[in-house]
């Protein structure tokens, strides 16, 4: 098993459909992350949870909606969503959220196309 | 506002060396991260700095200054597979992490 793995790899989504996002890890770590990532642009963090309770929700439209039933389990519920929400959505974790050498460990992401 | 600016894509010949440069305008500093994302893969992390001076790891090497806002990443005997996006990324403050567009490096033979 890889350390942090995501599904599905690719979506194509109408505007009006509702789809989720998966993210495991199998690392042991405490703190789970999802991160918008658009072509050139930096990445966006979107959401962390830390010990399963949401710390960061970096004003993200109610359109997107995270789940972390256990530490090692994220999901992002898409709900009508824009064409402009068509990006590489990437899970990681960490050990904790607020360590300062604590490095992140991605999964390959989702890459969601809305039509 | 915080920013983080490193060129948009470099190009570079096998065997030889190249330098990334990573300058940051940040609220605070707890460290600074460099990443390398392979096209389609996830990014994996390849260097930690929070003190001054350079850090080496086999053919890569991460610089970093303080006082002038400034880190580089310097890659040596560069290979084909050093083909790859190259993020830099700023732990602030509050620990967050402000991340640059990435550099993409372009290998040639």
């Known amino acids: 098993e890889t350390g942090v793995t995501q599904t599905p790899r690719h979506l194509v989504m109408g505007m009006t459909n509702k789809k989720s996002l998966k993210c495991e890890q199998h690392?042991?770590?405490?703190?789970m992350y999802w991160y918008k990532q658009s072509a050139k642009k930096p990445l966006e963090l979107m959401f962390v949870?830390?010990?399963?309770?949401?710390?960061e929700n970096n004003s993200v439209p109610s359109r997107f909606s995270p789940e972390c039933p256990n530490s090692s389990h994220l999901f992002l519920h898409l709900h009508t969503l824009q064409p402009e929400d068509s990006a590489l959505y990437l899970c990681?974790?960490?050990?904790?959220?607020?360590?300062?050498?604590?490095?992140?460990?991605f999964g390959e992401g989702s890459r969601l196309t809305v039509l | 506002g915080q920013n983080i600016d490193q060129p948009t894509e470099m190009t570079a010949t096998e065997g030889a060396i190249v330098q990334i440069n990573c300058t940051y305008q940040?609220?605070?500093?707890?460290?600074l991260f460099w990443y390398q994302q392979h096209a389609g893969e996830a990014p994996t992390f390849l260097s930690y700095?929070?003190l001054d001076g350079l850090e080496e790891k086999g053919r890569f090497s991460s610089f970093l200054s303080r006082s002038k806002g400034y880190s580089y990443l310097l890659l040596k005997e560069l290979q084909m597979k050093d083909s790859a996006s190259y993020l830099c990324?700023?732990?602030?403050?509050?620990?967050?992490?402000?991340w640059g567009a990435g550099t993409k490096l372009i290998i040639k033979p």
């Open positions: 990681a974790s960490s050990q904790g959220h607020d360590v300062p050498s604590g490095e992140l460990f």
């Open positions: 690392l042991g770590h405490n703190a």
């Open positions: 949870y830390s010990l399963e309770e949401r710390v």
């Open positions: 940040t609220s605070g500093f707890n460290g």
């Open positions: 700095n929070v």
């Open positions: 990324a700023v732990m602030d403050s509050n620990y967050q992490l402000i």
